[in-house]
């Protein structure tokens, strides 16, 4: 059996769904350089603090850390710059309504390689938690996990 290139690992931003309620989802394609896709393959990323913005017709991931690939020389890369994300005009337009009507932010909730190899990222346009919506959210996450206990229990 042939073995296939190493699985490069999933960078996830694990802070999304603890102070915001995602409310859509897209898969958009990252215009990379060299040093980037390596320092990926190798999992030297974060995506805390991370969101994207839209300038003109153009969406961008801003704040995402792609650590400097080490064997990369002078090619070498900034780690915090922004990158264009790769999305077709009429979405960008439609998720740019969005943020400016409803006060909404769009966020990366991770960043992969699809089965072609090509660098995807899965933004969402989420609504950000206040501290009661968190405590509630804790609360009833606690009420379940007790309540599986005792149906285990009970059996």
């Known amino acids: 059996m042939a073995k296939g290139p190493p699985a490069a690992p999933r960078i996830i931003n694990r802070k999304v769904r603890y102070n915001f309620e995602v409310l859509e989802k897209l898969e958009a394609g990252l215009?990379?350089?060299?040093?980037?896709?390596?320092?990926?393959?190798?999992?030297?990323?974060?995506?805390?603090?991370?969101y994207a913005m839209v300038r003109g017709?153009?969406?961008?991931?801003?704040?995402?850390?792609?650590?400097?690939?080490?064997?990369?020389?002078?090619?070498?890369?900034?780690?915090?710059?922004?990158?264009?994300?790769?999305?077709?005009?009429?979405?960008?337009?439609?998720?740019?309504?969005?943020?400016?009507?409803?006060?909404?932010?769009?966020?990366?909730?991770?960043?992969?390689?699809?089965?072609?190899?090509?660098?995807?990222?899965?933004?969402?346009?989420?609504?950000g938690k206040t501290h009661a919506d968190k405590r509630a959210e804790i609360r009833k996450r606690d009420d379940r996990r007790e309540m599986d206990r005792e149906a285990r229990r009970r059996r």
């Not at 215009?31 to 991370?50: Q, W």
């Open 57 to 127: 017709q153009e969406m961008f991931l801003v704040d995402c850390h792609i650590s400097p690939y080490p064997m990369a020389g002078y090619a070498q890369h900034a780690p915090t710059r922004p990158r264009k994300l790769l999305l077709h005009r009429r979405q960008i337009l439609k998720w740019q309504a969005r943020v400016t009507q409803r006060g909404l932010t769009i966020v990366p909730l991770e960043i992969y390689f699809n089965p072609r190899g090509l660098a995807k990222v899965c933004i969402a346009l989420a609504r």
């Open 31 to 50: 215009a990379l350089t060299g040093s980037e896709v390596k320092s990926l393959r190798a999992g030297k990323a974060s995506l805390d603090e991370a």
